[in-house]
C-alpha cells in the first residue's frame, strides 16, 4: 500500500475507535444489529456456504484480531440494550488508579481543548 493510503487506513481505525469510545451505547446497538444480520444471513444457505470457505481462514483470524483490538473489546453481542460496556468502567477504574491520574487527565484534557 502506499504511504498516502496507509494514512488514510489509519485515520479511518483512529476515528471509528474514537466513535466507539464517545459513543459507546450507540456503537454497543449498532454492533448488535450487525450481529444479528450477520446471524440471519448465516443461516441461509449462501451464508453456510460463505461460513464454510471463510472457516479456518487466516484473514479472518487476522481481523477478528484487528477488531478486538480497534474497539478496545468494548462491543459485544450479547450486552444489554443501552448497557455501557464494562470494559468503560474497568478502564476509568484503572485510570484512576494510576499514579498521577489527576495530572494525567488534566493533560489529557488541555490536549482535547487545543485546536486540531
Known sequence: ????????????????????VKHPIAAQAAYRALVREGRAFA????????????AGSELVARLRTAWQLV????????????AIPS???????????????????????LARAEPR
Open 71 to 82: 474497539t478496545l473489546g468494548m462491543l459485544a453481542d450479547d450486552a444489554a440494550p443501552g
Open 87 to 109: 470494559v468503560v468502567i474497568e478502564g476509568l477504574v484503572q485510570a484512576a488508579l494510576r499514579e498521577r491520574f489527576e495530572a494525567r487527565l488534566h493533560d489529557a484534557m
Open 43 to 54: 443461516a441461509t444457505d449462501e451464508g453456510r456456504r460463505v461460513r464454510d470457505q471463510l
Open 1 to 20: 500500500m502506499s504511504e498516502a493510503r496507509d494514512e488514510l487506513v489509519d485515520r479511518a481505525i483512529r476515528q471509528l475507535t474514537r466513535a466507539i
